[in-house]
């Protein structure tokens, strides 16, 4: 394999952008410009006929009331009814924002329906076996890289002797039937996980997150945190400090950080779990 070939196959790794993301990304955008040429026909509609001219004078600006189907210089608007030359500008200006939208929109579309079809990162998988023998992919396979970062080896907390058994689906110990729960969920959902893998924090220390998952789509790690004792006062400034931590080091909730709590009166909900699932769009 060539150098050049290593290095391009790199830059596209680090710059890497599912297609799944990109189609997401385009089908958010048409929403938000069909919703506004939608708006654009329906002020139209009241708009007044015939369009707005523009002259000065005197270094003073005139306004002239056009009709489309006449000619001419157009009807002069007086300053008492300036709001009519508005609402004729407002017109010519609505007509064109609608048609650069639906110009857009259009191209939007076709993108879309590209991204559903056909991408760079769909050529290797449309190659005979034959041909996958002996060729060089530009990104490496996923099932390869779930499987490696399934596979990755680390160092957890250890056990207290007196510290319930509680085991997941997969024979996995955890700590809680919080815990539990969440590891079996993820684990129906076939979605990758580290359990209580330490990652380090800049001015905290070493933390043990109870799950690390891997968002597969995206190639992109997230932290799970379930704050299991929030009625504990100790607990809870404990909880708090860890929190600051986590965003002072890049961790943010509704990013790469899942944040979860329960009390002694306020249980886990197993629909909160489904539905932070459903959220980060993990499956």
């Not at 992919?137 to 957890?156: A, F």
Request: glycine share 6%; charged share 30%; net charge positive.
């Amino acid at each position: 394999m060539s150098k050049k070939f290593t290095q391009a196959a790199g830059i596209y790794e680090q710059n890497r952008v599912c297609s799944e993301d990109v189609k997401g990304i385009l089908e958010e955008r048409k929403t938000i410009l069909d919703s506004l040429i939608a708006n654009m026909q329906e002020s139209l509609k009241k708009a007044p006929s015939g369009r707005l001219r523009i002259s000065e004078c005197n270094n003073k600006k005139q306004y002239y009331h056009c009709n489309n189907s006449e000619g001419g210089t157009g009807v002069y608007i007086p300053k008492e009814k300036r709001n009519y030359a508005c609402r004729l500008a407002q017109k010519s200006y609505d007509e064109k924002v609608m048609r650069e939208a639906k110009k857009e929109s259009d191209l939007l579309q076709k993108m879309i329906v590209y991204y559903e079809g056909r991408t760079v990162d769909k050529v290797f998988g449309s190659l005979s076996e034959g041909r996958k023998e002996l060729v060089q992919p530009i990104e490496e396979g996923l099932e390869k890289y779930v499987r490696e970062w399934s596979g990755y080896k680390y160092q957890g907390k250890d056990f207290a002797e007196e510290a319930a058994e509680l085991y997941t689906d997969q024979g996995e110990r955890v700590r809680s039937k919080s815990e539990l729960i969440i590891a079996n969920i993820l684990c129906k959902n076939n979605i990758p996980y580290r359990y209580e893998c330490p990652v380090e924090l800049k001015g905290y220390g070493t933390v043990y997150p109870d799950f690390t998952i891997l968002d597969v789509k995206r190639r992109k790690e997230i932290l799970w945190e379930h704050l299991g004792m929030m009625d504990d006062p100790v607990y809870a400034e404990q909880a708090v400090r860890k929190i600051q931590s986590y965003m002072a080091n890049g961790f943010y909730p509704g990013d790469n950080l899942i944040l979860t709590a329960e009390t002694r009166l306020q249980p886990l909900n197993l629909k909160i779990v489904h539905g932070v699932i459903d959220r980060y769009c993990l499956f």
